[in-house]
DNA sequence: CCTAAATATCGTACACCGTATAGAGTGACG
DNA sequence: CGTCACTCTATACGGTGTACGATATTTAGG
């Protein structure tokens, strides 16, 4: 399977699709479409059918027009999905329990000082949650370059979460990225693990069926026994090769935890300035 | 920009080609090539020019036949890059202070029973080095489904890292997982931010110089107050949208915390159950 | 009202991709 | 030697993003 990966777009048209004010035209004739229609058609798309399945021509026909027209309000689909990206940053999603309990009864851990973790938290599982509804945003580069009125608002709304702990503005900022980069790692493992799954036909339960006696004979358990041991109890438990949710729960747990031991020790020593 | 991604081609047969000896047909013309001269050829191809370079025809043109002779070797395009992710996952990298001062002088971390962090670190940074050393590797879908010999070597060897810790087989598999999955995503944005520069030919810096007057008539700070004093100072203070090798540097830092708070748990009670 | 400018849409075309298919050339075995 | 297995090539198909030119539509200016 070959899907196709999609970088930034042309930053100066990226930034005036982004920010521009569309001012419909004096002359000529009306135009059909808008790019808030060729945008939301083509999130429809991809969120379907993959970002292999976002091509100029599906979107237009989508829409009843032809590949060229969409020229008319788009420089090209590398702005396109530009313009897509900062749109799904627009809600603002409540998890509301999406993995596992939620913590409507942490209310002692907000007397411990520990509040911001809930909002790292609930942070962390919007970025997941936003991962799974659009799976194509893994496979385009959010990079610096194009910064959307969307996002800049989410970055604002990342901040808050991490302000106030006596952090430093650069420590605010790392913090942010250290959860969105491991998120973002994570969210992959869970996708790829649906699509492979989509793909092959197989759960992960049937792939360990079907490969575990081929690995077994080509293992060679003595060579590596640590691979070995762990490998087949993980197996035994996961029921699969993997389970990407649950690595998702245990690593987000740990990442705060280091988050909390650096908040510690800004607290007791406000001032070292040690990044 | 458009870049390639590629996900797992047929499981079966990539794992034919992974672990099958491939014996010397017996009858007709001797062949010129080997599945391992055209996986060598392919990964130089994707260094040099990235997944959007990599196609059968440069491949075949490098070794000067056509491209549907590789479909002799080779069942199809995704099967060969499933091959090559096994092939860069074959040498063992000393990272050899790549980014900053390596822990030469950490005997007494030893002494205090941290030692392993030595070690996760070291596993951490020689994926980092891989990921820049082969930066396509970002775009392809590493999923179980296929498990080469070299990638089986790997997963040992980064768990006899987590061995003997006190940590269960579940937690060790979930620990390497973590930071699997925390250095894909912190090596993503750096990668993500070279590219950049070099797509726009425009540093961080030249960026930054470019869009500030843009952003800040746009930006409106009483709306986003933190956004605006954290961007501000953090703007400053990189030179450049943003600096994603010091972020890989403190994230690593609170990953290994969050491990070590986990660590001292279960070495404190040595069966407690709770994952 | 009429014309001319501006805009939207369409049809065609190009270079590229992965690869299915058919045929031509090569070399070892019965 | 003939046969059969095998490698390699040539051609072709349907797909991609998009450059280019023609056509249709609307409105501003005379």
Redesign the interface.
């Known amino acids: 399977?070959?899907?196709?990966?999609?970088?930034?777009?042309d930053?100066k048209r990226s930034?005036e699709l982004l920010?521009g004010t569309q001012d419909p035209p004096r002359r000529g004739p009306k135009p059909k479409l808008s790019v808030q229609r060729i945008v939301r058609t083509a999130i429809e798309v991809a969120d379907a059918e993959g970002?292999s399945g976002l091509s100029m021509r599906r979107v237009a026909d989508e829409l009843g027009v032809t590949a060229m027209s969409l020229y008319t309000y788009v420089p090209g689909?590398?702005e396109l999905i530009d313009v897509m990206v900062d749109t799904v940053h627009a809600d603002h999603p409540r998890p509301a329990g999406d993995q596992n309990g939620d913590g409507d009864g942490d209310a002692d851990a907000d007397a411990d000082g520990t509040g911001w973790r809930t909002g790292l938290e609930r942070l962390a599982r919007e970025n997941w949650a936003r991962y799974l509804r659009h799976p194509w945003l893994l496979?385009v580069?959010?990079?610096?370059?194009v910064?959307g009125?969307h996002l800049?608002?989410k970055?604002?709304r990342d901040?808050?979460a991490v302000?106030g702990l006596g952090l430093t503005?650069?420590?605010?900022?790392?913090?942010v990225?250290?959860l969105?980069?491991?998120?973002?790692?994570?969210v992959?493992?869970v996708i790829?693990?649906a699509?492979?799954e989509q793909?092959?036909g197989m759960t992960?339960e049937q792939?360990w069926e079907t490969?575990a006696p081929?690995?077994e004979q080509?293992?060679d358990a003595d060579?590596?026994?640590?691979?070995?041991?762990?490998?087949s109890?993980?197996g035994a438990?996961y029921g699969a090769?993997?389970d990407?949710a649950?690595?998702f729960e245990?690593?987000l747990?740990?990442?705060?935890?280091?988050?909390?031991?650096?908040v510690r020790t800004r607290a007791a020593e406000p001032l070292a300035g040690q990044?």
């Open positions: 399977m070959t899907t196709e990966y999609s970088g930034t777009g930053p930034m920010w970002l689909k590398a496979q580069a959010t990079s610096l370059p910064l009125p800049l608002a970055y604002d901040l808050t302000d503005e650069i420590e605010m900022d790392l913090v990225s250290l969105h980069d491991y998120v973002y790692g994570a992959r493992s790829e693990a699509r492979a793909r092959t992960g792939w490969y081929l690995l080509v293992f060579r590596y026994p640590t691979a070995s041991r762990v490998g109890v993980s438990e090769p993997s990407p649950r690595a245990f690593g747990q740990r990442v705060l935890d280091g988050i909390e031991t650096l990044t």
